[in-house]
């Protein structure tokens, strides 16, 4: 049974440019949720998604940040003009009745 | 403004002593805490968790003691192993786990052979 998949694990984009992070989550779970995990915020909440609603994308940089998810197999997170503070591991969870499972996450480091 | 705190940042135990982490929070609402570990370049693995209705939860080496009254909880792991060395973090939600967590500062723990 696989986990939830993340692509790409490592990423890095020039000051400006746009970066786009995927997430597949676990075949049948309902929910999809975005971090950001970097050393001085820790464990930060961005958005998510329930049965590929959004639901509640109160931790999402106004600017520059969006997510959808198109159908129940991804959801996908985009940057755009990155700056060098966007620096941070996202992480994806996903979850079916209130248990969230993290995938590996995509390492984002913008120069 | 912290939710949830944890503490202490950092714990040193011997291999079969049991590490004791400590977890508090605010808001009165959280009703779900689960405990993930982490170890490095990997994601946040679920441990256990509990939620408000009990006041303890065992699976194994790993146990959770829940105080409502105080907003408190632990995560005590007996007969500490090498292999249980990594950050732990305490969460919580105000959905039973169906809405968002917020997280704690995590504790880093070292377990000495």
């Known amino acids: 049974n696989a986990g939830v998949i993340q692509t790409p694990r490592h990423k890095v984009t020039g000051k400006g440019q746009e970066a786009t992070l995927w997430c597949e989550p676990i075949?049948?779970?309902?929910?999809v949720f975005w971090y950001r995990q970097t050393i001085v915020q820790g464990l930060e909440f961005l958005t998510y998604?329930?049965?590929?609603?959004?639901?509640?994308d109160s931790g999402m940089p106004k600017e520059r940040f969006s997510a959808q998810m198109p159908n129940q197999s991804h959801s996908t997170l985009k940057i755009q003009s990155t700056q060098p503070q966007d620096s941070a591991v996202y992480l994806c969870?996903?979850?079916?009745?209130?248990?969230?499972?993290f995938g590996p996450g995509t390492r984002l480091t913008v120069l | 403004q912290q939710q949830v705190r944890q503490s202490p940042q950092s714990l040193t135990v011997w291999e079969g002593e049991t590490a004791i982490l400590n977890c508090s929070y605010e808001?009165?609402?959280?009703?779900?805490f689960p405990w993930y570990q982490q170890f490095p370049g990997e994601g946040p693995a679920l441990l256990i968790a509990?939620?408000?209705?009990?006041d303890k939860k065992e699976d194994g080496r790993f146990t959770i003691f829940f105080n409502k009254r105080e907003k408190k909880l632990s995560l005590h792991i007996t007969d500490s192993q090498p292999g249980d060395s990594a950050t732990y973090f305490c969460?919580?939600?105000?959905?039973?786990?169906?809405?968002?967590?917020?997280f704690g500062e995590g504790t880093k723990l070292t377990v000495s052979s």
């Open positions: 969870a996903s979850s079916l009745e209130g248990e969230q499972y």
């Open positions: 075949s049948g779970h309902s929910a």
């Open positions: 998604f329930r049965n590929q609603a959004p639901i509640d």
């Open positions: 808001n009165s609402a959280f009703d779900y």
């Open positions: 509990i939620r408000s209705v009990s």
């Open positions: 969460a919580a939600s105000d959905q039973g786990g169906s809405a968002k967590l917020i």
